[in-house]
């Protein structure tokens, strides 16, 4: 069975840019969430998504955005990009009824210069 | 404001001894708490969880322990194996377990010596 999968692993940009990061869940599952996670911070709640409808989202500004589709496939936005956006993004799936218990892709790296 | 704490960022500990990895929240509507674990370049991965109605819950080696009235969380693993060593990070969140808006500590990085 396929893990969570996440693309691009790694990306560059620079500041002002923008930048959309891509999630598969594990199939079956139809809940994604999405984490910030930093060296200072840890892992911080951005979202998540159950059948296509945004169910909880985290203390970020409105810069930071996401959907999912029909086939539970989510994406994440982040508009005008900030040096402190620099961080390891993590998606997560899991199966309704097993909430918490999160199944995580290994991430996407964002550096911004 | 941290509401998940793990003032340890790091432990060593003998093959075959006890390892502790402790947790404390400040969020008294925290009901569900959770422990993961990180290897270098993977994924967080899900190793056990509790809910506020019980003390203890265990599964094979790994033993979570907690403490309303002091807001603390542990994890046990007994024996610790080399295996072992990654980066513990506990999750707390206040819906009952209903949703995956998890609240995660620092993290704490276990190395278990052969």
Redesign the interface.
Known sequence: KAGVTQTPRYLIKTRGQQVTLSCSPISGHRSVSWYQQTPGQGLQFLFEYFSETQRNKGNFPGRFSGRQFSNSRSEMNVSTLELGDSALYLCASSLEGRVGELFFGEGSRLTVL | DQQVKQNSPSLSVQEGRISILNCDYTNSMFD?F?W?KKYP??????LI?ISSIKDKNEDGRFTVFLNKSAKHLSLHIVPSQPGDSAVY?C?A?EYG???????????TLLAVQP
Do not use: R
């Open positions: 569900y959770l993961y370049a993977e994924g967080p991965t899900f969880s990070f999750a969140s377990g209903a949703t995956n808006k998890l609240i995660f500590g620092t993290g």
